[in-house]
């Protein structure tokens, strides 16, 4: 029995009198290959982001960042990284290998770069445009430091209100400041990664729904995760946590792929909610490809729009 055509039921659906904006989405995420391109995203980030981490505490003043993961309960102690603190040792542990960590985690970047460009139909950036790549590498753990040294908001509390060992406040506070850092983290990332050709303030819903979808996985897998990783680790052992952890990474790499996604599909929607999404945001608008293109000469196209 031949398989359906997926992409012919979603266009056929599509044509249908009265189709909403909301089933246009849904085909569009249907069609949308989330599933491989998060997996992408999980196996990036799992092999990059680990080897800067042991990078960044290997380097002097780690501390800071040392603090920060801990409040988040990552076991920080359990990496098997050595401690830096003189420049001379800095140069003992290899700059050259830094580099090489460096540059083999910017695989990362290269992925999300890749994502964004195919959902939101622009240009892919050229090589020259590299250190884009080295900034979201950084960008992304930092706004996770971030993360963790705002977890001290938490103990504040308003007129003795608390839950637990967390203040209301607290907890109203660090929902908050949570919802920032990821909405500014995922407005500047893709902007680094795509340049002026998606207009400031798409990339802004598309940075604040990022942001919301975020928090909520936060918040819900400071609830579960500690049971599911305990329980996964006690029948699967060190390989749970990996497990644990490639899950974890997929869901957050699915929310980045079906925002940019729903972002695209809601300002190129031809009904009246697409036009006023475009009236006030804009549209992805590509680059020539051309050999003079150069990402830094386009920002006042961005500004026109």
Do not use: C
């Amino acid at each position: 029995m031949p398989r359906p055509d997926l992409h012919a039921m979603t266009d056929r659906v599509l044509r249908l009198p009265g189709a909403s904006p909301a089933l246009r989405i849904l085909a569009d995420i249907a069609r949308g290959d989330v599933t491989d391109r998060s997996m992408t995203l999980a196996a990036q980030a799992f092999t990059s982001i680990l080897p800067l981490v042991i990078l960044m505490l290997s380097l002097p003043g780690s501390d800071v960042v040392d603090s920060a993961l801990t409040e988040l309960g990552i076991p920080v102690s359990a990496l098997d990284h050595a401690s830096v603190d003189t420049p001379r040792s800095f140069a003992t542990f290899g700059i050259v290998g830094a580099l090489m960590t460096i540059a083999g985690a910017t695989s990362l970047s290269r992925a999300l770069g890749r994502m964004y460009v195919a959902v939101w139909g622009v240009t892919k950036l050229p090589w020259r445009a590299f250190w884009r790549w080295v900034v979201v590498l950084f960008f992304i753990p930092a706004a996770v430091v971030a993360q963790g040294l705002s977890t001290g908001l938490q103990a504040e509390t308003l007129f003795g209100f608390r839950i637990g060992d967390r203040g209301l406040l607290g907890i109203a506070l660090m929902l908050l400041v949570t919802i920032v850092i990821w909405s500014v983290t995922f407005t500047l990332v893709p902007r680094l990664l795509v340049s002026a050709q998606v207009p400031m303030r798409l990339l802004l819903l598309n940075g604040i729904g990022t942001g919301l979808l975020i928090t909520a996985l936060l918040a819900g897998s400071r609830v579960a995760l500690p049971t599911l990783a305990s329980e996964t680790i006690r029948y699967f052992g060190t390989l749970g946590m990996v497990f644990v952890a490639i899950s974890w990474l997929f869901v957050f790499a699915a929310i980045l792929v079906v925002t940019a996604i729903v972002v695209h599909g809601i300002a190129t929607d031809p009904g009246r909610v697409g036009a006023w999404v475009r009236g006030w945001a804009g549209t992805p608008a590509p680059f020539a490809r051309d050999a003079s293109f150069s990402p830094e000469a386009s920002v006042d196209r961005d500004d026109a729009r």
